[in-house]
């Protein structure tokens, strides 16, 4: 009889580690306050990226994929590997950080998609995956920009880093989840809404889905917007010192 082992724990034992590394021997010497954050952003680089490659060979690799097909054994590893990520980092969260209650209501309701992907209904991973890609695209240089931007005011190589990724990332991300994001979600939703999964996902948990994804979208718009107008008051703040010399 063959048996499938869960690589969950496997990969939570994975991030578990980086985190223990990067925070007592990566970044020993950085400040407590920022310690902690870096060592968040250590475990994001081990996430992020790979998984945008994981989920886009794992969406490839499926020949009938859609937005109501069965999720793969390929897609379902990638899940796990997302969950892993994700459960870690709440950890993180609640040790360090548990009265920034939108990034940890953000990584429970995040859990909650995956979860009921994974293990509840096992159909609409390529949505979910493709949904992972869009919000991770962007995950290296975000977790560049947040080690720089916590370490600019005492390390000049940081600061410089800050300025240069800064307008670049912001313009990437702008994009991502203020354009591509969206259509997305609106092609997932047009699916749901005429029926396309009635079968096989119950509404109650492609309507979540789809309120979680909006909400998140609508949350990372606020964010980089508020960025935007942060760098221009910041930018035009250095061009009149200039000007007043």
Sequence with gaps: METHLNPLPFFFSIFFTIYIIAYFLLFRNWSPKVRPEAASCAISFAHGTPAVFLASGAILSDAGRGFASPNSDLQNVVLDYSIAYFLMDLLHYLIF?????????HHLVTLFVFVTCRYLVSYGAYAILVLLILAEVTSFCQNVWTLARARRADVEFADRVYNILSPPFYVLYSIVRGFVGPYFLYKMGEFFF???????????????WIFVVAAAISVSILWITNLWIELYRERSSKLEKKKGR
């Design 194 to 208: 005429n029926g396309g999964a009635e079968t096989v996902i119950p509404t109650w948990v492609w309507m979540s």
């Design 97 to 105: 950080f548990p009265s920034d209650l939108l990034f940890i209501a």
